[in-house]
Each structure stands twice: as structure tokens, then as C-alpha cells.
């Protein structure tokens, strides 16, 4: 039978914040177990919550950046549940009135441009870490590790309107580089500082209410959501075939095999008893609050792609390549800021030369070498014709290893462009009259090897022959003078 | 007159004029307890060598000339506060070792004044209870009569104060458990505004009920003790951020322009003939001090019991969902998974009481019954609260019985847990209304057993109720009367 698929996903984001959600414990990753806790964040009786309003903060930008309206009123609830994990025996969340609601995204693919909703984006507190055996002889002991225990966290559920596994997929996408464009998540994925559950179920092609759904739990890349999905809609779609039934159940992903297997079912879900807690008081938020966090937001890589492309002219596929990091497209706009005539260029380079240089030294555009002012500055040189486009390859090189303004490298390495006609035009003949076989096939027809006189004269000049003159010369004296 | 005698305000009298010094006071009180506690056990533990050396730094202070109003004074607290390095067990077996790393706000902050821990009073364990029978660590017996409860559940609290163990202590109030131990031992009991006093701390009942107040000998030591534990704390989000008022000032004489109302709910059957002449009695002392007396009504009242079980036990549940032996706490030694260590740890760790409370609060949040319960409550709270909201429009205080009956004996309500929940008919609604009431002895029953008086307050009027209580105080000898103990 044809089904359709119905996914929503419910990410969660770990803020940025220097501090814990409800104490003043540190946040810092990969410190020794237990090393930042306090009474609060260890459940200690007696011990009560206090809010930290940098996390409402960020919730209010995340909040507007997905087009949320926020609520004027929130409120904390308890999330009953017992685990080694959760010092408490409840998890202070957001249950009937979250910050954030009835928001979207635009996602863009092969199905056009499609908007997704998003349904409500809620402050919680994170829970703390289980390590299983590793101290020596205990292989049966389990310990807990309750630094991560009382992280912020923004749960943010979107609507069951994303139809496959690519378009799930370009959903986290743009919603990671949002937070991480907000500055309010770091996206590692790996430590799980954006990590997702998704909802799937299947329904007959026109079908109006939706399939029975399974949870998967916990899913830490993109290709593993891609992968996790794909394999939970192959599934379903077996079981459905085969005359079954989906079962409603939470399931977990296997990274090593690919496949989705049943943590636990219906029968076994948790009650988790919400109810407001008690020991906060309902967080109001009032407009002034809503347009100071507005004012602080970033232009965020929707706008500013199609500024690219309006304003500075540039191609779909380079704006996009240039917004998909904010340090990416706030270094090329302190590029282009100096030198406003060339934005093409500015792109060009960041996209190439200066994005491989990145790449193979593992830096970040914070830590190069190479700043907006030095390649303006060579650009510049370019511009100028002192230098050609390619002696600019072995300059920029030159900067990355020194840090030197373009200028200087040419002048001390002697890089300046020869445009110099006589100088060029007796390398022009000496390259001809030792190639005077190629000169032979030229005239014969053979246009192909132009080239390889052009790279000769290049070469006897160690590139610093002005490649339009070189071009100029050649062809008046291959056709005959 | 021995030392143990002596009020709050008497001892930082004397004190001060060097008559006798906190090392000689502390040596007095914790003589007393040693003598006394036997047959009261009001004390879960006694800090005597720790009290001691506190006395002897109090007394450098008051040499040193930078004493505090508390500097030198003996107290002690229910244990439900956190002491750090003393053991705190909310008289709970789960806690029976528990020693707390940090100090709970109010303790802190009457440390920091130099008081002087004699140590950790006995309570219902985790608060819940209304004789002080429902302790890990045995029953309190009331001072006045050892046969008799001496209420709950700050019933250490009371019973450690009408006995002379200590002249004053902290106790916590949820449902009543200040102000009835209070007039069951014949002694003065404050449960402030909730929000007036930090609960940092404090181990939780129901948080959004509990409050810490005092528990004194008389009206002018309540004022003392109140004055040194108000306030706001950044660490407690539910503690209020208003400025507390000189609290001694409100201790005048005549009630001259006081509109005192009696709600006709809090005189309907069931009213023990005792505990009614008493508070008749109380109410035309106050008309001859100048009070102007009318009837009000707090038309919900009767539904305020059914609305406590249901919003203190909900929230008991989650509190004390944390008592789960993996951090701290009593651990079971007979399991073999997780399950199995949790249910059996907190099966042996909590009383039948709490596991009561436990059972029924999560029945009220669960899943399809939440609305019905939790939710219905929460709006017959509002209700109870506006009850009080009307009633202040016409009066400055309210006054009534503060329990139906005077101390019952041990045992007599423990097969019927219905029946003594009922015993705090009168105070329950005012933590429902999250406003002040105070408690203070205004008379004996037959058999010589304290009455206590009610009076309740406006939301952040502690100053009215101490005035009120202060011009009662003064025309009457109740509050001098001492247990024969």
C-alpha cells in the first residue's frame, strides 16, 4: 500500500549559559564527576530553585527567531519520575503554559519551500549522567554523575507536518543553525547539546487521522535522524502490510546497526503527574522585556541570504554557502564593508582559499590568521592590477603564514605584475622560437595549444607576467605579426 | 528564679547587665533537658558540647561589645531545619543519620546573631501530623500532662518551650502544625505570611503551604524571634520582597479602634464547652480593651480539609519523591535491582503517615484525576482565600478557637486519621490563604489543660495580630501560668 509518512521531532537545545537554570553551579563540560553541584542541584532536602533569567533570555530569542509569539505568563510544573539521574524524583519543566508556542520555520528542498510549525518551545532542566562499571573491579556498580544535572534546556516540538525523513532532516538543520546563529546553543551534537527525539507513524495515502506513532528517542546526528527514520518508516510500513499494527511505543535507535529497536510501550509510559511547582513563581514577561531580547537578535540566514543575492548581487548557491555559519557571513560583511565594490571577490575568496586554509589547519574563522583587512587589502592589490589573480594565490599564502599585510609580502618577495610590454614581449619570443613545433600545429588550427604557450611565458616569468598583455602579445604574434 | 525560667527578653536583660553570662544560661537549659527530657522527649538531639562552646563565643562577643539581639540566647529548633554538621532527621527513619552540608536561612540567620543551638526538636516526621505521635523517634509528651499529646507537628517545639527546656524555638506551620502544639502546651505560636520567613532550607512538606515561625513563651519574645528570621532571601523565590516593620513597636496596651471579627464557622458544633467559654471569655476581655466585635463569615470553610489533603499531599508526593536512598538517606539491605531498592529503602524509611500522604497526593495527580482533584482544590483555594480578603474588609483581625478540642491523649485519634485531621479544622484555612495567624493561651479546660486563642491577620500584618495578642497578653495572667513538669 502507499503511506504517508507523519514525523514531528522534539529537539532538545542545551543553552550557552555560564551557570545552571536553578543554581550558580557551573555548566562547563568534561569536568570531574560531581565537581559542580550545590544542595540545589543535587536534590539536597530543603534545598529550593532559583531561576536564571539568562536562560528565559535565551528562550525569548529562540523563541522569536522561529516566529513564537511569548507568553506574557509561563509557568514551571514538576515532571514526577524516579531515576538515579534525577536528583529531585521530578525534572522542573514548562507543561501547560511554555514561553514560547505557535511558532514556524521555512525549510527549503526538492519539495519547494515548506513551512513547518512549530507547536511550543519550553524551558527545562537537565537531568544528570549514568556511567556504568568503569571503576576498576565493579563492572556491576553504576555511578552517578550530576554536573550536567540542572543544564538549561529548551525542549522545541514542532507539528507533525514534516512528510519525510529529508525533510526532517532539513528541519534540524535550520533549526541548529539558528540557535547556534542566536548564540544560545554551541550545536555539538556529540556532547548532546542538540539532541532529538522523533515522533513517526505512516497513514494510507488520504487518510485524514493520523497512523499509530512511535517514538525514537535520542537520535545525536543528522545522518543517524536521516538513517533512524528511514528504517522506522521501512518498518512500519512492513507491519502495516503484513496486516499488523503499529504499536504505540518508545523505541531506540542503534547507531551500530542502523535500526530502531523497543524500549518500552504504552503500557509501561510513564504518569508523570505535572503539576506547577510550587516553589517558583510564575515568570512573567512583558513586552519590554520581548523588544530588548529582540534588539539583541542577529540577522538571521534567511534575511541575510536574500540580501546577498538582492543587494550584493551574488548567486543562490554562494549565499547560501556564505550564510550557513553567522562567523562565515559576519566575515565576509567586514570584507565587503571595506571594500564595498567587490563583494564577488570578497565571496570567491572566503569561499575557496580562505575556507581550504580553515579546513586544513582545523582553525576557526575566529583564529585565522588571514583577517577581513589583510584580504581587502590584497584584494585591493588585485584591483590595482600590482598583482594577478594568481601571484594573489601565493600572497594570501604568504599572509596566512605570516600575517603580514599583502603589500608588504609583494614588495619584499618582488611580486609586483610585470606589465612591462617589452620585457614580456622578449619572453613572449623566446617562449616561440623554442616551441616552434606548437607554433606550427597553432597556425595548422589547433588553437588548444594557446595554452600551453601562455603557461611558458607564465613560467619564465615566475607568474608575475600581467596574463592580459601575455594574452594580448601571443595572439598578435601567432597570427603572423 | 532559675535561669531556664526566664523569657527571651529576660535573658538578653540579663545578659546584658552581666548577671549572668550565655555559658551559665546554655549549662541552665541543658541541665533542664537532661532532667525533663526523659519524660517529654522533645529532643531528637541534644547539642550540649557544641551549645556550650557557642555560649562561650557569644559571651567573647557580648564582652566585646557587639552583641546582637539574639547573641547568647538558647534555642532550639524543630528538625526539620537544615544544621550543617548537626543531624537533621525531619524525624524520619530515611534521615535517621542525615547531616546536612548547609544551614537553612532562618537558622542561618539567627546564628549569625549568636544564638546558641540546644538542638534539634522532635516533630511529626516530615511535618505531617497533628500530635507528634507520628515520629520515628517516639512521641512528645505534652508538659502540662504526660498522658496528653502536646499537638503537632512542631509538637517538640512547644512541649521543649511550656517545659522550660529552652525559652523559645523555630518551628514550621502547614496546616496548623505551630499554632496548635502552641495552645495545646499553653504557649505562644507564630505562623507568619507565607513569604514573610525564608524557606531555604526547611525541609518540604507542602511548599506551597509551609512557613517557619516561632514558637515563644510569651507575646514580646514572639515579636523578637520574628524580627530576626523575616525577611527576603534571593534563595527562596517565594520568599517576599516588602520591608519588615519594627515589629516591637507593635506591642502596645488598649485596643482602642480594633475591629476584631469573629467568624460564626469557627463556633458551630463540635466546639469543645471548654475551648468555647474560653475564647467567649477571651473575646470580652478584648471588647472591655476597646475592640469593636462583629460577626464575620468565611462561608468555605468547611471544605478547607477535604482542599489541604488534597493540594499538601500532591505536593508531598513530588517532595518527597528525592528520599530515594541513592544520594543519601536510609538504603535498603535487601535488594537486587533498582526497583526494588527504591521501593523497599523507602518502605522501611518512611512511617505509615507519610506513606499515607504519599499515596493519596499521587492518586490526586494522577492522570485523569488530576482535574477532579488537584486542579478542583487549587480553585477551592482561591475561594478560602477570598473568604479572608472579604472578611478584612470590615476587620483588622479575626479571632477564634485555634483547635476544637484542648490535647487529646496519646493514641486516642491514631486508629481514626480522619478524626485528627479534623483537629485543624480552624487552621488550615489560613495557610490555604497563605495569610498570618498567631496563637497565644487564653485559658484551661477542666482537667488544667492550656486553651489557645486564634487570632489571623492580614496578608503581611504580623504587627496587628502581635498588637492585639500584646494587649491581651497584658490583661490577663494565662501566659503565666507554668506546666507543672
Given at each position: 500500500m502507499n503511506y504517508e509518512v507523519v514525523i514531528g521531532l522534539e529537539v532538545h537545545v542545551q543553552l550557552t549559559t555560564r551557570t545552571k537554570i536553578f543554581c550558580g553551579c557551573s555548566t562547563a563540560f568534561g569536568q570531574p564527576p560531581n565537581s559542580q553541584t550545590c544542595p540545589v542541584c543535587l536534590g539536597l532536602p530543603g534545598a529550593l530553585p532559583v531561576l536564571n533569567y539568562q536562560a528565559v533570555e535565551y528562550a525569548i530569542r529562540t523563541g522569536l527567531a522561529t516566529n513564537c509569539s511569548i507568553a506574557p505568563q509561563s509557568v514551571f510544573a514538576r515532571k514526577n519520575y524516579f531515576y538515579p539521574d534525577l536528583p529531585k524524583g521530578y525534572q522542573i519543566s514548562q507543561f501547560e503554559l511554555p514561553t514560547c508556542r505557535h511558532g514556524w520555520l521555512d525549510i527549503e528542498g526538492e519539495w519547494g519551500v515548506k513551512r513547518i510549525g512549530i507547536t511550543r518551545i519550553h524551558m527545562e532542566e537537565d537531568a544528570g549522567k549514568l556511567v556504568h562499571g568503569e571503576a576498576p573491579g565493579s563492572s556491576q556498580s553504576s555511578f552517578v554523575d550530576l554536573n550536567r544535572a540542572g543544564?538549561?534546556?529548551?525542549?522545541?516540538?514542532?507539528?507533525?507536518?514534516?512528510?519525510?525523513?529529508?525533510?526532517?532532516?532539513?528541519?534540524?538543520?535550520?533549526?541548529?543553525?539558528?540557535?547556534?546563529?542566536?548564540?544560545?546553543?554551541?550545536?555539538?551534537?556529540?556532547?548532546?547539546?542538540?539532541?532529538?527525539?522523533?515522533?513517526?507513524?505512516?497513514?494510507?495515502?488520504?487518510?485524514?487521522?493520523?497512523?499509530?506513532?512511535?517514538?525514537?528517542?535520542?537520535?545525536n546526528s543528522f545522518r543517524f535522524v536521516k538513517q533512524a527514520i528511514e528504517y522506522e518508516i521501512e518498518r512500519q510500513a512492513d507491519v502495516l502490510d503484513a496486516g499488523g499494527k503499529v504499536v504505540q511505543e518508545t523505541r531506540l535507535f542503534d547507531a551500530q546497526t542502523g535500526m530502531t529497536r523497543s524500549m518500552r510501550g504504552k503500557e509501561e509510559a510513564h504518569d508523570y503527574r505535572y503539576f506547577p511547582d510550587p516553589d517558583l513563581v510564575p515568570l512573567e514577561i512583558d513586552a519590554a522585556w520581548i523588544e530588548a531580547e529582540r534588539a539583541q537578535l542577529p540577522e538571521l540566514p534567511d534575511a541575510r541570504r536574500q540580501r546577498y543575492q538582492a543587494e550584493l548581487g551574488l548567486s543562490a548557491y554562494d549565499a547560501e554557502v556564505l550564510t550557513a555559519e553567522r562567523a562565515m557571513?559576519?566575515?565576509?560583511?567586514?570584507?565587503?564593508?571595506?571594500?564595498?565594490?567587490?563583494?564577488?571577490?570578497?565571496?570567491?575568496?572566503?569561499?575557496?582559499?580562505?575556507?581550504?586554509?580553515?579546513?586544513?589547519?582545523?582553525?576557526?574563522?575566529?583564529?585565522?590568521?588571514?583577517?577581513?583587512?589583510?584580504?581587502?587589502?590584497?584584494?585591493?592589490?588585485?584591483?590595482?592590477?600590482?598583482?594577478?589573480?594568481?601571484?594573489?594565490?601565493?600572497?594570501?599564502?604568504?599572509?596566512?603564514?605570516?600575517?603580514?599585510?599583502?603589500?608588504?609580502?609583494?614588495?619584499?618577495?618582488?611580486?609586483?605584475?610585470?606589465?612591462?610590454?617589452?620585457?614580456?614581449?622578449?619572453?613572449?619570443?623566446?617562449?616561440?622560437?623554442?616551441?616552434?613545433?606548437?607554433?606550427?600545429?597553432?597556425?595548422?588550427?589547433?588553437?588548444?595549444?594557446?595554452?600551453?604557450?601562455?603557461?611558458?611565458?607564465?613560467?619564465?616569468?615566475?607568474?608575475?607576467?600581467?596574463?592580459?598583455?601575455?594574452?594580448?602579445?601571443?595572439?598578435?604574434?601567432?597570427?603572423?605579426? | 528564679m532559675s535561669l531556664f525560667e526566664l523569657t527571651l527578653q529576660d535573658l538578653r536583660t540579663g545578659l546584658d547587665r552581666r548577671e549572668f553570662s550565655s555559658a551559665e544560661a546554655t549549662r541552665a537549659f541543658l541541665d533542664r533537658i537532661a532532667a525533663t527530657d526523659p519524660q517529654l522527649n522533645a529532643f531528637i538531639t541534644v547539642c550540649a558540647e557544641q551549645a556550650l562552646a557557642e555560649a562561650a563565643a557569644a559571651d567573647r562577643r557580648l564582652a566585646a561589645g557587639d552583641a546582637a539581639p539574639l547573641t547568647g540566647i538558647p534555642l532550639a529548633m524543630k528538625d526539620i531545619f537544615n544544621?550543617?554538621?548537626?543531624?537533621?532527621?525531619?524525624?524520619?527513619?530515611?534521615?535517621?543519620?542525615?547531616?546536612?552540608?548547609?544551614?537553612?536561612?532562618?537558622?542561618?540567620?539567627?546564628k549569625a546573631q549568636g544564638a546558641v543551638l540546644l538542638g534539634k526538636v522532635n516533630m511529626d516526621e516530615f511535618a505531617m501530623g497533628s500530635s507528634n505521635e507520628n515520629s520515628a523517634f517516639g512521641a512528645v509528651r505534652n508538659p502540662w500532662d504526660t498522658a496528653c499529646v502536646p499537638g503537632g507537628s512542631s509538637g517538640g517545639s512547644a512541649a521543649c518551650v511550656a517545659a522550660r527546656q529552652a525559652p523559645a524555638a523555630l518551628g514550621t506551620d502547614t496546616g496548623g502544625s505551630i499554632r496548635q502544639p502552641a495552645a495545646h502546651c499553653g504557649v505562644v505560636g507564630l505562623k507568619p505570611t507565607y513569604g514573610r520567613v525564608s524557606r531555604f532550607g526547611v525541609i518540604a512538606y507542602a511548599s506551597s503551604l509551609d512557613q517557619v515561625g516561632p514558637v515563644t513563651?510569651?507575646?514580646?519574645?514572639?515579636?523578637?524571634?520574628?524580627?530576626?528570621?523575616?525577611?527576603?532571601?534571593?534563595?527562596?523565590?517565594?520568599?517576599?520582597?516588602?520591608?519588615?516593620?519594627?515589629?516591637?513597636?507593635?506591642?502596645r496596651t488598649g485596643l482602642e479602634g480594633v475591629r476584631i471579627g469573629l467568624p460564626k464557622e469557627y463556633f458551630g458544633e463540635g466546639l469543645d464547652t471548654d475551648v468555647r467559654r474560653a475564647v467567649e471569655q477571651a473575646v470580652a476581655t478584648c471588647r472591655d480593651l476597646g475592640a469593636e466585635i462583629r460577626e464575620v463569615s468565611l462561608p468555605h470553610t468547611g471544605y478547607a480539609v477535604a482542599c489541604y489533603y488534597l493540594i499538601?499531599?500532591?505536593?508531598?508526593?513530588?517532595?518527597?519523591?528525592?528520599?530515594?536512598?541513592?544520594?543519601?538517606?536510609?538504603?535498603?539491605?535487601?535488594?537486587?535491582?533498582?526497583?526494588?531498592?527504591?521501593?523497599?529503602?523507602?518502605?522501611?524509611?518512611?512511617?505509615?503517615?507519610?506513606?499515607?500522604?504519599?499515596?493519596?497526593?499521587?492518586?490526586?495527580?494522577?492522570?485523569?484525576?488530576?482535574?477532579?482533584?488537584?486542579?478542583?482544590?487549587?480553585?477551592?483555594?482561591?475561594?478560602?482565600?477570598?473568604?479572608?480578603?472579604?472578611?478584612?474588609?470590615t476587620v483588622d483581625v479575626i479571632l477564634g478557637p485555634v483547635a476544637p478540642t484542648p490535647a487529646f491523649r496519646l493514641n486516642e485519634k491514631t486508629a481514626d486519621p480522619l478524626q485528627m485531621y479534623l483537629s485543624d479544622i480552624f487552621t488550615i484555612p489560613v495557610n490555604l490563604a497563605g495569610t498570618c495567624a498567631l496563637s497565644l493561651p487564653c485559658g484551661f479546660s477542666g482537667s488544667g489543660l492550656p486553651i489557645g486563642l486564634q487570632l489571623i491577620g492580614k496578608p503581611f500584618a504580623e504587627s496587628d495580630l502581635l498588637h492585639v495578642a500584646y494587649a491581651f497578653e497584658q490583661a490577663t495572667e494565662w501566659h503565666k501560668r507554668r506546666a507543672a513538669i
Amino acid at each position: 500500500m502507499n503511506y504517508e509518512v507523519v514525523i514531528g521531532l522534539e529537539v532538545h537545545v542545551q543553552l550557552t549559559t555560564r551557570t545552571k537554570i536553578f543554581c550558580g553551579c557551573s555548566t562547563a563540560f568534561g569536568q570531574p564527576p560531581n565537581s559542580q553541584t550545590c544542595p540545589v542541584c543535587l536534590g539536597l532536602p530543603g534545598a529550593l530553585p532559583v531561576l536564571n533569567y539568562q536562560a528565559v533570555e535565551y528562550a525569548i530569542r529562540t523563541g522569536l527567531a522561529t516566529n513564537c509569539s511569548i507568553a506574557p505568563q509561563s509557568v514551571f510544573a514538576r515532571k514526577n519520575y524516579f531515576y538515579p539521574d534525577l536528583p529531585k524524583g521530578y525534572q522542573i519543566s514548562q507543561f501547560e503554559l511554555p514561553t514560547c508556542r505557535h511558532g514556524w520555520l521555512d525549510i527549503e528542498g526538492e519539495w519547494g519551500v515548506k513551512r513547518i510549525g512549530i507547536t511550543r518551545i519550553h524551558m527545562e532542566e537537565d537531568a544528570g549522567k549514568l556511567v556504568h562499571g568503569e571503576a576498576p573491579g565493579s563492572s556491576q556498580s553504576s555511578f552517578v554523575d550530576l554536573n550536567r544535572a540542572g543544564t538549561p534546556l529548551l525542549e522545541v516540538v514542532s507539528e507533525p507536518d514534516l512528510r519525510s525523513a529529508d525533510e526532517a532532516v532539513a528541519y534540524l538543520k535550520k533549526l541548529h543553525q539558528i540557535v547556534v546563529y542566536l548564540g544560545v546553543c554551541d550545536g555539538n551534537m556529540e556532547e548532546g547539546s542538540f539532541r532529538c527525539d522523533a515522533n513517526v507513524s505512516l497513514r494510507p495515502v488520504g487518510q485524514q487521522e493520523f497512523g499509530t506513532r512511535a517514538e525514537i528517542k535520542n537520535v545525536n546526528s543528522f545522518r543517524f535522524v536521516k538513517q533512524a527514520i528511514e528504517y522506522e518508516i521501512e518498518r512500519q510500513a512492513d507491519v502495516l502490510d503484513a496486516g499488523g499494527k503499529v504499536v504505540q511505543e518508545t523505541r531506540l535507535f542503534d547507531a551500530q546497526t542502523g535500526m530502531t529497536r523497543s524500549m518500552r510501550g504504552k503500557e509501561e509510559a510513564h504518569d508523570y503527574r505535572y503539576f506547577p511547582d510550587p516553589d517558583l513563581v510564575p515568570l512573567e514577561i512583558d513586552a519590554a522585556w520581548i523588544e530588548a531580547e529582540r534588539a539583541q537578535l542577529p540577522e538571521l540566514p534567511d534575511a541575510r541570504r536574500q540580501r546577498y543575492q538582492a543587494e550584493l548581487g551574488l548567486s543562490a548557491y554562494d549565499a547560501e554557502v556564505l550564510t550557513a555559519e553567522r562567523a562565515m557571513a559576519e566575515y565576509f560583511e567586514a570584507g565587503v564593508a571595506l571594500l564595498p565594490t567587490q563583494p564577488k571577490a570578497v565571496a570567491n575568496w572566503v569561499m575557496g582559499d580562505l575556507t581550504r586554509k580553515l579546513n586544513d589547519s582545523g582553525q576557526t574563522l575566529a583564529e585565522s590568521p588571514v583577517t577581513p583587512e589583510l584580504l581587502t587589502g590584497m584584494l585591493r592589490l588585485i584591483e590595482a592590477g600590482t598583482i594577478s589573480g594568481k601571484i594573489a594565490k601565493t600572497v594570501f599564502d604568504e599572509m596566512w603564514a605570516t600575517g603580514h599585510e599583502a603589500a608588504r609580502i609583494v614588495e619584499e618577495k618582488g611580486l609586483v605584475q610585470v606589465s612591462d610590454t617589452g620585457a614580456i614581449e622578449a619572453i613572449v619570443d623566446e617562449v616561440l622560437a623554442a616551441g616552434a613545433a606548437q607554433v606550427e600545429q597553432y597556425r595548422g588550427g589547433n588553437e588548444k595549444v594557446f595554452g600551453f604557450f601562455v603557461g611558458q611565458v607564465m613560467k619564465a616569468s615566475k607568474g608575475k607576467a600581467n596574463p592580459a598583455l601575455v594574452n594580448e602579445l601571443l595572439k598578435r604574434k601567432l597570427s603572423g605579426e | 528564679m532559675s535561669l531556664f525560667e526566664l523569657t527571651l527578653q529576660d535573658l538578653r536583660t540579663g545578659l546584658d547587665r552581666r548577671e549572668f553570662s550565655s555559658a551559665e544560661a546554655t549549662r541552665a537549659f541543658l541541665d533542664r533537658i537532661a532532667a525533663t527530657d526523659p519524660q517529654l522527649n522533645a529532643f531528637i538531639t541534644v547539642c550540649a558540647e557544641q551549645a556550650l562552646a557557642e555560649a562561650a563565643a557569644a559571651d567573647r562577643r557580648l564582652a566585646a561589645g557587639d552583641a546582637a539581639p539574639l547573641t547568647g540566647i538558647p534555642l532550639a529548633m524543630k528538625d526539620i531545619f537544615n544544621t550543617a554538621g548537626v543531624r537533621t532527621t525531619c524525624a524520619s527513619k530515611i534521615l535517621a543519620d542525615y547531616v546536612s552540608p548547609y544551614d537553612a536561612t532562618a537558622f542561618a540567620r539567627v546564628k549569625a546573631q549568636g544564638a546558641v543551638l540546644l538542638g534539634k526538636v522532635n516533630m511529626d516526621e516530615f511535618a505531617m501530623g497533628s500530635s507528634n505521635e507520628n515520629s520515628a523517634f517516639g512521641a512528645v509528651r505534652n508538659p502540662w500532662d504526660t498522658a496528653c499529646v502536646p499537638g503537632g507537628s512542631s509538637g517538640g517545639s512547644a512541649a521543649c518551650v511550656a517545659a522550660r527546656q529552652a525559652p523559645a524555638a523555630l518551628g514550621t506551620d502547614t496546616g496548623g502544625s505551630i499554632r496548635q502544639p502552641a495552645a495545646h502546651c499553653g504557649v505562644v505560636g507564630l505562623k507568619p505570611t507565607y513569604g514573610r520567613v525564608s524557606r531555604f532550607g526547611v525541609i518540604a512538606y507542602a511548599s506551597s503551604l509551609d512557613q517557619v515561625g516561632p514558637v515563644t513563651i510569651d507575646v514580646r519574645d514572639c515579636a523578637l524571634l520574628l524580627q530576626a528570621i523575616a525577611g527576603h532571601d534571593p534563595l527562596d523565590s517565594t520568599s517576599v520582597d516588602t520591608p519588615v516593620p519594627d515589629y516591637a513597636a507593635a506591642l502596645r496596651t488598649g485596643l482602642e479602634g480594633v475591629r476584631i471579627g469573629l467568624p460564626k464557622e469557627y463556633f458551630g458544633e463540635g466546639l469543645d464547652t471548654d475551648v468555647r467559654r474560653a475564647v467567649e471569655q477571651a473575646v470580652a476581655t478584648c471588647r472591655d480593651l476597646g475592640a469593636e466585635i462583629r460577626e464575620v463569615s468565611l462561608p468555605h470553610t468547611g471544605y478547607a480539609v477535604a482542599c489541604y489533603y488534597l493540594i499538601a499531599t500532591a505536593e508531598a508526593s513530588s517532595n518527597l519523591a528525592r528520599y530515594d536512598s541513592v544520594r543519601f538517606g536510609h538504603r535498603t539491605a535487601a535488594a537486587g535491582n533498582l526497583i526494588e531498592t527504591y521501593s523497599r529503602s523507602r518502605d522501611e524509611g518512611f512511617g505509615a503517615e507519610v506513606k499515607r500522604r504519599i499515596m493519596l497526593g499521587t492518586y490526586a495527580l494522577s492522570s485523569g484525576y488530576y482535574d477532579a482533584y488537584y486542579l478542583k482544590a487549587q480553585k477551592v483555594r482561591t475561594l478560602i482565600r477570598q473568604d479572608f480578603l472579604d472578611a478584612f474588609e470590615t476587620v483588622d483581625v479575626i479571632l477564634g478557637p485555634v483547635a476544637p478540642t484542648p490535647a487529646f491523649r496519646l493514641n486516642e485519634k491514631t486508629a481514626d486519621p480522619l478524626q485528627m485531621y479534623l483537629s485543624d479544622i480552624f487552621t488550615i484555612p489560613v495557610n490555604l490563604a497563605g495569610t498570618c495567624a498567631l496563637s497565644l493561651p487564653c485559658g484551661f479546660s477542666g482537667s488544667g489543660l492550656p486553651i489557645g486563642l486564634q487570632l489571623i491577620g492580614k496578608p503581611f500584618a504580623e504587627s496587628d495580630l502581635l498588637h492585639v495578642a500584646y494587649a491581651f497578653e497584658q490583661a490577663t495572667e494565662w501566659h503565666k501560668r507554668r506546666a507543672a513538669i
